[in-house]
């Protein structure tokens, strides 16, 4: 079946340093990904999307400049944590879309992401 | 705005036993449904979605949903549970025609603790 790989699944770093995530599609082109953010508990809460070629599209209230997505290629995506500090610790979870419109949405593994 | 509602946070079934989580959705068009299951520290996995067509769909794991329009429910069910069932099941609409056409809007999720 279709694999989404998603690297680091885990990094502890210091405040103020940048960090960057990747998100590979394996076995598949995805046009688009997805960018999720989930605390304790709680559901995914949808960052942004990612177009390949394009701008990332960012939800209300999320930090375009604090959150950096590049979709430079059919099967990467990557998000970079910028200036990074405790309260950006979280899981974050990236999906990929196979094919267009509601095609199923393939999820990578998690990064968990802890800022000390 | 399109809603998803998972009214039951936590759920302990015994092994073998049968199972229902809820699902509702608030939509204004025809919606899109899917039950994604996430194992801890993982990414989630698709179980089952309804585009259109038979009300009653199949998924991986023995699992199935039943889409009821006139109830706005999308629930899951199970006839008889395992133990590796145990994780976190969300449910999630779409799309979003508040942005990019294939958004996913998922519900708070409920977490299924099986007994021996």
């Known amino acids: 079946g279709a694999v989404v790989s998603q690297h680091p699944s885990r990094v502890i770093c210091k405040s103020g340093t940048s960090v960057k995530i990747e998100c590979r599609s394996l076995?598949?082109?995805?046009?688009?990904m997805f960018w999720y953010r989930q605390f304790p508990k709680q559901s995914l809460m949808l960052m942004a999307t990612s177009n390949e070629g394009s701008k990332a599209t960012y939800e209300q209230g999320v930090e375009k400049d604090k959150f950096l997505i590049n979709h430079a290629s059919l099967t990467l995506s990557t998000l970079t944590v910028t200036s990074a500090h405790p309260e950006d610790s979280s899981f974050y979870i990236c999906s990929a879309l196979q094919g267009e419109g509601l095609g199923p949405q393939h999820f990578g593994d998690g990064t968990r992401l802890s800022i000390l | 705005a399109q809603s998803v509602t998972q009214p039951d946070i936590h759920i302990t079934v015994s092994e073998g036993a049968s199972l229902e989580l809820r699902c509702n959705y608030s939509?204004?068009?025809?919606?899109?449904l899917f039950w994604y299951v996430q194992s801890p520290g993982q990414g989630l996995q698709l179980l089952l979605k309804?585009?259109?067509?038979?009300?009653l769909v199949q998924g991986i794991k023995g699992f199935e949903a039943e889409f009821k329009r006139s109830q706005s429910s999308f629930n899951l069910r199970k006839p008889s549970v395992h133990w590796s069932d145990a994780a976190e099941y969300f449910c999630?609409?779409?799309?979003?025609?508040?942005?990019?056409?294939?958004?996913?809007?998922f519900g708070t999720g409920t977490l299924l603790a099986v007994q021996p």
């Open positions: 939509y204004g068009a025809t919606p899109y």
């Open positions: 999630a609409v779409g799309p979003d025609y508040g942005g990019a056409t294939n958004k996913l809007i």
């Open positions: 076995d598949f082109q995805a046009t688009t």
């Open positions: 309804y585009f259109s067509g038979d009300t």
